[in-house]
C-alpha cells in the first residue's frame, strides 16, 4: 500500500527531476546560440585568410619556435619596445608547429580568437543580467564592430584578442563561482586573470573590472565603504596577481617601456579618450550616423537608466580598457579592442531597450537604427578587410621584386628603400618590419634603412655594396636609383 509519505517522496523526485530536465534544456538552447554567434564571425573575417604579411608579420610567422618562445618569459617580446607578453609569443609557436609558414593558418588563428571572444561576451553578459537576447546582441555587435578589424586580420595584432578572450573567461568563472558558491571556479578565474596578464599588459584592468562587478552585483546592502572593503577582500587575490605581474615587469625592464612616445598631459590624455569614442561610436563623424546614435540614446535613455549596473559596467569596461593606451602619442584601431567589449553591452542595452518598449514607434525606430547601423559595420568590415588584403599584397611584392632586380647580394649590404608605404588605406604595409622582409629573401646577413619618398638625397659615402630602390605603384613597384 502507498503511503501519503511515499506519494510526496514520489512527487518530490518527480518535481526536481522535471526542474533537472529543465535546466539542462535551457542550457542546451543557452550553447545552441553560441553557433550562429560563432558562424557570423567568421562569415565576417573569412575573406582575411587570404591576406598576406605585412609589417611584423615577417618577423613572426614561421620564425618562431617553442624553444624561442619559452625564451620569452624572461625577456621582452617587443620589437625595440618593452613587451612582456610571453603567452602571445607562445600562440606564434604553436602555428608555426601547425601550419609552417603559411599565412592562412595564422589568419585562422585570429578568427578563432575574435569568435570565441564574442561567444565569452555573450555567456558573461548572460551571467550578470540573466538576458540571453541581451548577452547574444552584445556579443554579435562585438563580433562585427569595425573598431575590431586589425586585431583580427593583422597577425602582428592577436596580444590584444588573446588578452580579450582571457580576460572574458576569468570574468566569466568569477561571476558563476560567486553564484554557485564553488571555489574551483575562481581558482579557474585567478588562473585566467594570470594568462591574461602574460598575453597583453591590457590585463591589468581586470581586477578593477571584478570590483566593480563585485561591488555592484554582489555586495550586500550596507554604507558604501563596508561594502568597498567587502569587495576589495573578495578580489584581493587578482589585485596581488597585478602586483606580481607588475614586479616581474620592473624587474625586467627597470620600469623603462623604451619604444613608445607617451605624453601625460591631461589635454593629450583628454584628445585620445575622444578619439577613442569617436570610433566606438563608429562613423559618428558623419551626420547621419551622428543623429543615429543620438536618436537611439534619447529613446533608450530609461532603460540605460533602470538597467544602471549593467549601464556602468559596460561604461567602466569601454572607459578602463584604454587606460593603458591613454598616455601614447596618437591613436590606433586596435587600442580600442577591448573597449569595444563595453560598447557592444551598451549597444545592446539600447538597441533592446528600444525593442521592449511599450510604445510601437519606439520599437519600431529602434529595429530601424539597429539594422541600418549592423549593415553598416559589415559593409565597413568588408571594405577594412579589403585594405588588408592589398596591404600584404603590396608588402610581398617590394622584397620579390628588389630580388627580382638582384638575385644575390653580398654579405653586409646595405639596401636603401625610399618612398615604400607606410600604410594602404587603414590597413599597415610597413610602419615596421621592411628589414626582416627583405632579409627573408636572402641567405646572407644585409641591412635595409627605409625612407620617406620626400627625404632629400642621401648624403652617405658611396660605397659598393650599397643599393638605392625607389618605390612606384604598379606592375614593376621597386626600381633602382642610379649613384651619383
Not at 587578482?238 to 589635454?267: C, D, E, I, K, P
Not at 580598457?321 to 577591448?338: D, E, H, Q, S, V
Not at 549592423?374 to 588584403?389: F, N, T
Not at 617590394?398 to 647580394?409: C, G, N, Q, S
Request: glycine letters at 8%; charged letters at 15%; a positive charge.
Amino acid at each position: 500500500m502507498v503511503t501519503e509519505e511515499t506519494r510526496e517522496i514520489r512527487t518530490e523526485t518527480v518535481r526536481v527531476a522535471a526542474a533537472k530536465g529543465s535546466r539542462s534544456k535551457f542550457s542546451l538552447r543557452i550553447g545552441a546560440l553560441l553557433l550562429p554567434l560563432t558562424a557570423v564571425t567568421f562569415g565576417t573575417y573569412y575573406p582575411a585568410l587570404r591576406a598576406q604579411l605585412v609589417a611584423d608579420d615577417f618577423s613572426l610567422v614561421g620564425q618562431i619556435s617553442f624553444r624561442d618562445a619559452m625564451g620569452y618569459f624572461h625577456s621582452s617580446s617587443g620589437f625595440g619596445r618593452n613587451e612582456y607578453r610571453p603567452l602571445t609569443v607562445m600562440s606564434y609557436a604553436i602555428d608555426g608547429w601547425f601550419w609552417g609558414a603559411n599565412p592562412a593558418g595564422f589568419h585562422l588563428t585570429n578568427i578563432l580568437l575574435h569568435a570565441i571572444t564574442a561567444d565569452l561576451l555573450y555567456l558573461t553578459v548572460y551571467a550578470l543580467s540573466a538576458d540571453i537576447a541581451l548577452g547574444w546582441l552584445a556579443g554579435l555587435i562585438f563580433a562585427i564592430h569595425p573598431v575590431n578589424h586589425s586585431r583580427v586580420v593583422w597577425i602582428a595584432a592577436r596580444d590584444g584578442s588573446i588578452c580579450a578572450m582571457f580576460l572574458m573567461a576569468s570574468l566569466l568563472l568569477y561571476i558563476l563561482g560567486r553564484r554557485r558558491k564553488r571555489r574551483i571556479y575562481r581558482l579557474a578565474s585567478a588562473t585566467l586573470c594570470g594568462c591574461a596578464l602574460l598575453a597583453y599588459e591590457g590585463a591589468i584592468i581586470l581586477p578593477a573590472l571584478l570590483f566593480a562587478i563585485e561591488f555592484l552585483c554582489f555586495s550586500r546592502s550596507g554604507p558604501l565603504r563596508r561594502r568597498a572593503g567587502e569587495s576589495l577582500r573578495k578580489t584581493g587575490a587578482f589585485w596581488g596577481l597585478t602586483v606580481v605581474y607588475l614586479l616581474v615587469w620592473q624587474m625586467l625592464f627597470a620600469g623603462n617601456v623604451r619604444g613608445y612616445s607617451l605624453s601625460f598631459r591631461l589635454s593629450d590624455i583628454a584628445t585620445n579618450y575622444a578619439r577613442l569614442l569617436s570610433n566606438l561610436f563608429y562613423a559618428s563623424k558623419q551626420w547621419v550616423f551622428a543623429v543615429l546614435y543620438a536618436a537611439l540614446l534619447v529613446l533608450s535613455y530609461r532603460a540605460l537608466i533602470a538597467r544602471w549596473k549593467l549601464t556602468a559596467f559596460g561604461t567602466l569596461l569601454a572607459l578602463l580598457a584604454f587606460l593603458p593606451y591613454c598616455f601614447t602619442n596618437g591613436f590606433a584601431y586596435r587600442f580600442g579592442y577591448i573597449s569595444a567589449l563595453g560598447m557592444a553591452l551598451l549597444l545592446a542595452l539600447c538597441i533592446l531597450g528600444t525593442l521592449r518598449s511599450a510604445r510601437p514607434v519606439y520599437r519600431l525606430a529602434g529595429a530601424g537604427i539597429a539594422i541600418v547601423l549592423c549593415a553598416w559595420y559589415l559593409a565597413e568590415d568588408q571594405r577594412l578587410v579589403g585594405d588588408w588584403i592589398a596591404a600584404g599584397e603590396i608588402a610581398n611584392q617590394i622584397p620579390k621584386a628588389i630580388v627580382k632586380l638582384h638575385p644575390r647580394l653580398p654579405a653586409g649590404a646595405l639596401l636603401v628603400l625610399k618612398g615604400v608605404p607606410v600604410a594602404h588605406g587603414k590597413a599597415y604595409v610597413f610602419p615596421v618590419g621592411l628589414q626582416a622582409a627583405i632579409q627573408h629573401e636572402y641567405p646572407v646577413p644585409i641591412l635595409v634603412e627605409q625612407h620617406d619618398a620626400s627625404s632629400p638625397d642621401l648624403n652617405r659615402e658611396k660605397r659598393a655594396s650599397m643599393f638605392v630602390f625607389e618605390y612606384k605603384e604598379g606592375k614593376e613597384p621597386v626600381r633602382e636609383v642610379a649613384q651619383h
